[in-house]
């Protein structure tokens, strides 16, 4: 069981039918939701019917929750359920996912191939360098930022939504490859591929400047 005090509290007051704590839940969650909804469906529209799909869920399975997970993972897990069944295409293992990347901003030869014991990591030199800490590296904060949400949207849809749950929702290695029915190794690939792509539109942003 991975309850907490509050999280107890809160469950109960879902299952007696608390509208105050069902809407606090709703507008705390439903911009993940939206987010890594969107990593599996064409549009917005249809992601929204998504995560609405999933609050109805809440509120008819609310009763039979065991507390096995926490209540975000649990809704998460229903809202990928629920997309998926709305007909998005999955991608289940490593290689078809790296075959993805061959028309990626970044370079595949940068990175180290088949049969190596790293495979799809840094090759030795090719790894980006740091930023450097400046006061010009502050101003451009925003931009960095713009630019690597607009990098975001462009990945394909398994790299962004696990990019999306490690580094924006703050989801564990654990929890996401139990979310998305993959490898740790499948997770750790895509994981770095996707922010490798976005490091490479800052880098190219920043030469161009």
Request: proline share 3%; aromatic share 6%; charged share 30%.
């Amino acid at each position: 069981m991975t309850e907490t005090p509050d999280e107890t509290a809160l469950i109960a007051a879902l299952r007696e039918g608390d509208e105050v704590a069902f809407a606090r839940l709703v507008d705390e969650h439903t911009p993940s939701l939206l987010r890594v909804a969107r990593g599996y469906v064409p549009s917005r529209e249809i992601a929204e019917e998504v995560v609405q799909e999933t609050w109805i869920a809440l509120v008819r399975g609310i009763a039979k929750f065991e507390g096995r997970s926490s209540l975000r993972t649990w809704l998460f897990t229903v809202m990928i359920n629920i997309a998926k069944n709305r007909g998005i295409r999955e991608r289940r293992d490593a290689d078809a996912a790296i075959t993805t990347y061959t028309g990626s901003t970044v370079d595949p030869s940068r990175f180290r191939e088949a049969g190596d014991q790293w495979r799809g990591h840094w090759k030795d030199g090719a790894a980006p360098s740091a930023f450097s800490d400046t006061p010009e590296g502050s101003v451009l904060g925003g931009e960095f930022i713009a630019i690597a949400r607009a990098e975001l949207d462009k990945l394909p849809e398994r790299q962004r939504v696990v990019v999306t749950l490690r580094d924006m929702l703050g989801f564990d290695s654990g929890e996401v490859c139990a979310l998305l029915d993959i490898s740790v190794a499948n997770q750790r690939v895509l994981l770095h591929r996707g922010r490798a792509a976005v490091r490479q539109a800052l880098e190219d942003y920043l030469a161009d400047e």
